[in-house]
């Protein structure tokens, strides 16, 4: 896929100026599918909104498709339309996203298919996940959707309560890290300082000073009188 990197690198770096996260934090989900319109990404979007109180905002940048910023209890993420099926982008170790939004829109996308269009999501295609790392390179895997699906969605996700503690366990997670890292910061200053104070201390070695005696003849002419 080496041909398909600079894009995906683009999209990743566009995602993470709009998350407000570094590129190598985000994780692509493309569920492959047969579209039959751009409307049907409407008709999720404003189901999302009206009926789960979902914030959408319109994106502009390099996202390889029209992009949506999707909102809810502090949690966001990207939903991205494709010809070839939906794209969601989200921040890796989001828990609000990964059991509130991400369920959220996967099982709103399968009931207005299967309800209104009389098409299911189709189970047997694969999930592809995408991350790049620090150097830019892009990974990608292949999941089965049946694997993916019943790990996120068939857990009562539309219950409120469940997002609010994730977000509640998100926020603890995140202050828990900051405090172990100036913790971690100020035992490095302490053992620099203890290491610091047991350098031994090198005296300078002052030698002392020989005081030149008078030879014995100096000692008999000053004592001699001159005549």
């Keep these: 896929m080496d041909y398909r990197e600079d894009a995906f690198r683009r999209k990743f770096k566009s995602a993470a100026e709009s998350l407000g996260v570094k590129p190598e934090q985000i994780v692509s989900l493309k569920f492959r599918d047969n579209i039959g319109s751009y409307e049907e990404y409407r008709h999720l979007i404003d189901c999302l909104q009206r009926e789960a109180g979902v914030q959408c905002t319109n994106l502009d940048g390099d996202l390889q498709g029209r992009g949506y910023l999707l909102g809810s209890d502090k949690s966001k993420v990207i939903l991205v339309e494709h010809e070839t099926g939906l794209e969601i982008l989200y921040i890796a170790g989001s828990i609000a996203s990964l059991i509130g939004l991400v369920p959220l829109i996967l099982q709103g996308w399968g009931a207005l298919r299967g309800r209104f269009w009389g098409r299911d999501v189709t189970m047997e295609q694969p999930v592809e996940t995408r991350r790049i790392d620090q150097a830019g390179h892009v990974y990608e895997e292949h999941l089965h959707n049946r694997q993916l699906m ?78």
């Design 150 to 227: 019943g790990s996120i969605t068939s857990i009562g996700m539309f219950v409120p309560a469940f997002t609010t503690a994730a977000s509640l366990i998100e926020n603890e997670t995140k202050t828990v890290t900051q405090q172990l890292e100036l913790l971690v910061a100020r035992v490095e200053r302490l053992e620099e300082q203890l290491r610091h104070e047991q350098q031994p201390v090198v005296e300078k070695t002052v030698k002392p000073k020989t005081r030149l005696s008078r030879s014995p003849r100096a000692k008999k002419s000053s004592g001699t009188k001159r005549p």
